[in-house]
Every structure is written in structure tokens, then in C-alpha cells.
């Protein structure tokens, strides 16, 4: 092993083959693409084809076999990055769809307060639900503004269509909202266009359903006419809720021949079972233009 | 390694099915990003088995055939194969090594040598592009898969140089082992 011819011997041939390399290198380099190595490439390719042909098809059940190997660990990563995806995506979806549900039912509000006859000058604080009473009837509410906001007792609440309710407990930042649908409720309202003035109560465990009572079997009353707030005054008391406020549409008229009164079904237009958003009406109405058309 | 004409036919034959084998077959076995590399793995076993000298010689011959065949830049695949098997070889004669499992590190380091060697060959020559940090993944998925075939394909290299080798490593092997106990001193005179 350390015999000296060897040693050279090994360098030798380290040196030659390490030469021969470097000088396949250096012509391969310098020569165009018709030179002599580049033609011996491509002769040893055409050489070689029949044999790797033959090689890949002999080779082709091991190839498919590490690569359904492969493809199995490749679509675990991909099925884990993918659900990760999905979430993000149901993420942004859900939160799409709340804004398009808020602006919705800003959209609502703002028309509300467009209408002729709305009662104007009641600087409105728009307020976001944060709570639901647990019950069927949907009756109470919690918002997010309180007294700090200016929220006081007893103010007005509407909500995308209508009346939603009145403010019934305040803190500094918080409110409790009962509903017209509370069994507590009581709303003076007209109908419209023809003036008959009766109270607007809840038909307890039908969201959807309100009765206009008290209103004299002489008026007239027909389905599909609108119910708005009276906005009672006398010298005594005075309604909370300020005169034109949409409260919602006849929908039906039970002429009871034994009753003194007719009673009204009234479909509200705020949909009070999804309520995001809400206004609560913080000041008293300019008289002057809450005046509600009368045709 | 005996130079005869046998001995250069099974060498011959033994790199042409290593390299026709790595370019149809092996090249496409991506595991992890990496595949195993044939043509070292049989570099490798050859000079570890044959010597240095050999194994250089090997490796040049394996690279020009595979730089031939797959047409790439002549000259780089020889001189990065050439210096692996002299490295392995060098090895084998300093250190003759007698373990069984010892073709797994030394594939191991063959191969990461290989590649590393020819990256910054490579890289140096006519890479002009920015590399991704990915090469050392697919660099070290390919060591580990040639570690993992390293105990069979060196087997089949001594099985295909065992009659050309100077030394059979076996027969070595055996000389080292203990003298064995040859039983009572009683019943020596009966083996006779």
C-alpha cells in the first residue's frame, strides 16, 4: 500500500482521468453545435433509445408504484392545505355575507328615513345587536350603544322597514330594547291612507303577526294598507313614538259581528326575528315635518 | 482488480445497465423531491470493492457514458465521478473497513459528495439562473435514498467484480476471523 510505484501509479491515474475530464469540458465548450462531441452525444443517444425504451416499459409498474407512494404523501399535504384553504375561504364568505347583510339592512334604514311623512330632526344612533332574548318570541334585545351615546329610556327604536321597539333599561353602554312583538307592547298606530286609529299589540309567539285593536267597526280597514305610528298627543300624556314611524302592512280583517272592535292583522316590516343593526331615535321629532300624508 | 478482458466485459456491462437504468427508470422516481442516483451507487461499490485506481478509472467512464447519453455537459459528470471513486477507493484502502452495514454511510457520503460536487460544478460553468433552496432538499432526499439502496446495489458490484478482484474481500474476511476452539484436549488426536 505504500509502495512508492504505487503511490504514483494512483496519482497517475487520478491525474489522468481528472485531465480527461477537464479537457472533455474545455472541447466540449469550445466546439459549435456540429462538433465532434456533440455528434458523439447525440450518436450515443439514438444508440442508447431502443435499450431505454425497453428500460422505461420494464421499469414503468416500479415507477407507477413510487409514484402513487409519492401522490398518496403528496395529496395528504395537499388535502391539509386545502381544508386550511376552505377555512380561510368560509371565513371570508361568512364575513361577506354579514357585510352584505349590515349594509342590507343599512340600506333598509336609510330608505325608512327617506320616506315622506318620517318624522325628521330625531337624530338617530345607530346601534349593532350583541344580544337576543333566548325565547321563542324574540322580545327583548341588547344593543351597543347606552347612555354614554346619548340612549335614554323610553326612545324609539327602528329597524331596517319599521318600528322595531323602545328602549326599556340603559347602561352606560348598553341598551335593552322590547320590542313591539313583547307582550308588554302597546303602540298607538293609524292605518293609512284612511286614518283609524287604534293600538298596536303582539300576538304572543307569532313574530309576525301583530293586532291593531281598539279601531271602531265604522272605519273602514282593508288588507294591504299600511299601519304607521299615531304619535298620540294630549295634555296629559303623549306617545313615545313620534307620528309616521312605518310599524307594518294589514294583512288580514276579522269582522266579528259580537265584537265592538274590528281586529287587524299586521305583518311588520322589520323582520324582528333578524335584527343586526338598529337606530335609536334619541331625540323628539320636528313637528313641523312629521306630518303624515293624508290623501 | 485484475485488468482482463472478462473483468472489463461484466465493468462495461455493469456501467451501461447502471446508467440505461437511471436515465429510463430511476431519473423519474421522485420521493420526497429527490431520486436515487444508480450511477453513484455503482461508482461507489466498484471502487470500494475494486481500489482506487479502478475506481476512478470507473468513474470516468460512467460519467462520459452518462454525460453521452443524457447529453449533458461533457466532462462534468467524469470529473465529479472520478473523484468520487478515487475517494471511495482511498477509503477502502486506508481504512479496510470489515463491517457489513459500512456500504450505507459510505453511499451516503458518495452521493452527497456527487451532488454537491456537481451542483457547484454545475453552478460554476453554465448555471446563470437564480437556484432555488429546494436543491438542498432534493440533495438530501437523494442521499437518503441511495443510503437505503446502497447494502443491494453494492452486493451486486461484487458479485459482478468478485472474479476480477485481486482480493476477494471474503476470503479476507475470513482470514481475520478467531482460530476456532477445536474441543477437548482429548479428542484432538481424532481430527487428524
Known sequence: MFDKKVIRRRRAALAVFVGLSIALLTAYFGESGGGVLHALQRGAQEALAPIETGASRALKPLRDFVGW??????????????????EELRSQLAEAQTAKRDVSQLRGIVRLRRQSGYPQGTQPVAARVIARSPTIWYSTLRIDKGSNDGVRVDQPVIASGGLAGKITGVTGGTAEVTLITDASSAVSAQVMPNGAAGVVRPEVGDPNDLLLDYIQKGRRVTENTTVVTSGFTSSRVESLFPRGIP????????????????????????????????????????TRSAEVPVP | ??????ALVRSGLLLLAAVVLQLSGF?????????????????????????????????????????LAAGGTMGVSSLVLTAVGYGVGRFREIRDPAHGLLPVPVAAAATLGFVTTFAAVSFMLDIGA???????????????????????VFALCLRVLRPALAVDPFERRRRRREPRDTGPLGLRGLEV
Open chain 1, 247 to 286: 310599524i307594518g302592512r294589514v294583512t288580514k280583517v276579522d269582522l266579528d259581528e259580537v265584537d265592538l272592535y274590528q281586529r287587524v292583522h299586521i305583518e311588520p316590516f322589520a323582520d324582528l326575528r333578524q335584527i343586526d343593526l338598529v337606530q335609536v331615535l334619541t331625540r323628539r321629532p320636528d
Open chain 2, 130 to 152: 437564480t437556484v432555488s433552496p429546494l436543491v438542498v432538499r432534493d440533495m438530501l432526499a437523494s442521499t437518503a435514498l441511495d443510503a437505503l439502496l446502497a447494502l443491494p
Open chain 2, 27 to 67: 431519473a423519474d422516481l421522485r420521493i420526497l423531491g429527490g431520486s436515487p442516483d444508480l450511477v453513484v451507487l455503482v461508482v461507489a461499490g466498484t471502487a470500494y470493492y475494486a481500489g482506487s485506481v479502478s475506481g476512478c478509472a470507473f468513474g470516468f467512464a460512467a460519467g462520459a457514458l452518462l454525460d
Open chain 1, 69 to 86: 407512494v409519492g401522490d398518496s404523501f403528496d395529496a395528504k399535504r395537499e388535502n391539509k392545505k386545502l381544508r386550511g384553504e376552505v
Open chain 2, 1 to 6: 482488480m485484475n485488468l482482463t478482458v472478462g
